[in-house]
């Protein structure tokens, strides 16, 4: 039998520099808001010529339009992605016709449009659905194990739930941070639809070990102490939280090697929080109650 949680510090000195980390670069570098979220026109084109022009070459035809926030992407079969915060019908006329000094052919494959009280009412939608989400998960899992409230109080089975989804969350931003300064990607709607998947995943490993640590609770002696049942709990279900999220993290990445430019940073979102959440399940939502256990132990040995 594995001694997981007789190692818990270093779980803990792990998830804390990562997650002190992905804060820091959270505040320093923030996140590359999409059109989604600043409002703006997203432009996709496709070139006649093989190979298309490069986006050198793109940006410097594009250069005297001064565009706001302009972003170029690369996509399959010749197209490419233009993203900026003009959103009228002149300047996208003007952006083709700089584009067909380039090539002639140019096709203009699609034209989407964000206005910025949209995307306003996008951000704030976004913050209020997984507030609610985590306040909701909280809620639930109190509730769901009232019945082994004698040894941790059921309160702190969802406090130690919503640590670790938080921390699945900050990391996951903080490598889209990462990503945004050094390679321009952008967070949109689709990445908040990722977080949202990965409190869902995350919450549901963690329910499995926790669903394990209640079983063994309500059958175990008096003999036998309460890091010891947690050890023994992860134990039973280390092989199938591993086993289930192997699974998903082997689809993950194919979606992001093969998908295509439009999910794959989706794909790279969801692959960091699987990846993330099953490592929280195990090694800190269940270490904190072992935490809390000792804590409060310790503290009524000291008033008796």
């Known amino acids: 039998m594995l001694n997981i949680i007789q190692k818990r510090k270093y779980a803990y000195w792990f998830s804390g520099v990562l997650t002190v980390a992905s804060i820091a670069l959270i505040a320093w570098w923030g996140l590359v808001l999409g059109i989604d979220f600043k409002g703006g026109t997203l432009m996709e084109v496709q070139f006649s010529q093989d190979p298309e022009p490069q986006v050198s070459d793109v940006e410097q035809s594009l250069s005297a339009l001064q565009l706001k926030s302009l972003t170029l992407q690369p996509t399959d079969g010749n197209s490419i992605m233009l993203r900026y915060l ?28 964000v206005g910025g009280s949209v995307s306003d009412q996008i951000k704030r939608n976004a913050g209020i659905g997984i507030s609610l989400s985590v306040l909701a998960i909280a809620l639930y899992i109190a509730w769901a ?15 130690g739930a919503v640590i670790a989804l938080a ?28 977080l949202l998947t990965i409190l869902g995943y995350s919450v549901n490993d963690t329910i499995v070990v926790y669903d394990r640590i209640r079983e063994n609770l309500l059958r175990s002696t008096k003999k036998m102490s309460f890091e010891a049942i947690v050890n023994r709990s992860l134990n039973e279900t280390l092989g199938r939280s591993i086993n289930t999220s192997m699974t998903v993290i082997i689809t993950l990445i194919a979606i992001v090697l093969y998908g295509g430019e439009s999910i794959r940073y989706f794909g790279v979102a969801l692959l960091a929080g699987v990846t993330f959440g099953t490592y929280s399940s195990i090694f800190i939502a269940s270490a904190l109650l072992v935490t809390w256990h000792t804590y409060k132990s310790h503290r009524h040995e000291r008033q008796d």
């Open 145 to 159: 194990f009232r019945r082994v409230s004698g040894v941790v109080t059921s309160w702190e089975y969802g406090v």
């Open 167 to 194: 921390h699945d969350i900050i990391i996951t931003l903080g490598l889209f941070a990462i990503l945004g300064h050094f390679y321009s990607v952008e967070v949109g709607v689709p990445f908040i639809a990722a």
């Open 86 to 113: 003009a959103s009228d019908e002149d300047t996208n006329d003007q952006v083709l016709e700089r584009l067909r000094t380039l090539d002639d052919g140019v096709v203009q494959l699609r034209t989407d449009f």
